[in-house]
Nanobody, 123 residues
Framework: VQLQASGGGLVEAGGSLRLSCAASGDAFWYYAAAWFRQAPGLDNEFVSSIDWSGGDTAYADIVKGRFTISRDKAKRTVYLQMNDLKPEDTALYYC?????????????????WGRGTQVTVSS
């Protein structure tokens, strides 16, 4: 599975962005996916996950109510809609896929990683 993340950019606080993660390979249909992020000087942190069906999602508390994860299986793409962005959301955002249908917030369970897309939120 190869992943290509896109959609990052510079936005003012309160604005919105939608990240996309396009995957190769039919196996992606059966795998869970997630978004993680890493800000300079900080650890990689969990943002959101989605199971293989798209019916089970999870969010970090700090983004709950502002971010929405979804997937389009036909397009082999996972999305992260980010609303009401804050300067503390500034980070490099990575999409990841695990060889299991159930989502998780545990980074080590994800085998495939995209290169990341930069999100910068100005105050």
């Amino acid at each position: 599975v190869q992943l290509q993340a896109s959609g990052g950019g510079l936005v003012e606080a309160g604005g919105s962005l939608r990240l996309s993660c396009a995957a190769s390979g039919d196996a992606f249909w059966y795998y869970a996916a997630a978004w993680f992020r890493q800000a300079p000087g900080l650890d990689n942190e969990f943002v959101s996950s989605i199971d293989w069906s798209g019916g089970d999602t999870a969010y970090a508390d700090i983004v709950k109510g502002r971010f929405t994860i979804s997937r389009d299986k036909a397009k082999r793409t996972v999305y992260l809609q980010m609303n009401d962005l804050k300067p503390e959301d500034t980070a490099l955002y990575y999409c990841a896929v695990r060889e299991n249908g159930h989502g998780s917030s545990e980074r080590s369970l994800y085998k495939y990683w995209g290169r990341g897309t930069q999100v910068t939120v100005s105050s």
